[in-house]
């Protein structure tokens, strides 16, 4: 079972960035996929982009040109570059992996954006 751990969220002004980071707890190097998913009060939780281990990279329309995905393999890391942030990324951002026929599930790490 792959743990995933993930941290960087906090408090920014709109315009700013945040990188969270997502450690997971054995090699990536052979998981399918990982990527972000987030969770904004009263709403479902919805893509923001993933990466598969093979480098495609696919954003919701959201993010795009503002959010950048990346993967460290030697770290077992996955990174999400978000700039431009507004008011409306508010939300619980979850990293998760997917390999084989199952889907692992970090903590969440919460990003609030001010106006």
């Known amino acids: 079972q792959v743990q995933l751990v993930e941290s960087g969220g906090g408090l920014v002004q709109a315009g700013g960035s945040l990188r969270l980071s997502c450690a997971a707890s054995?090699?990536?190097?052979?998981?399918?996929?990982m990527g972000w998913y987030r969770q904004a009060p009263g709403k479902q939780r919805e893509l923001v982009a993933t990466?598969?281990?093979?480098?495609?990279?696919n954003y919701a329309d959201s993010g795009k040109g503002r959010f950048t995905i990346s993967r460290d393999n030697a770290k077992n890391t996955v990174y999400l570059q978000m700039n431009s942030l507004k008011p409306e990324d508010t939300a619980v951002y979850y990293c998760y992996a997917y390999r084989g026929w199952d889907t692992y599930w970090g903590q969440g790490t919460q990003v609030t954006v001010s106006s």
């Open positions: 990466e598969t281990s093979g480098g495609s990279k």
């Open positions: 054995e090699s990536i190097f052979s998981i399918n996929r």
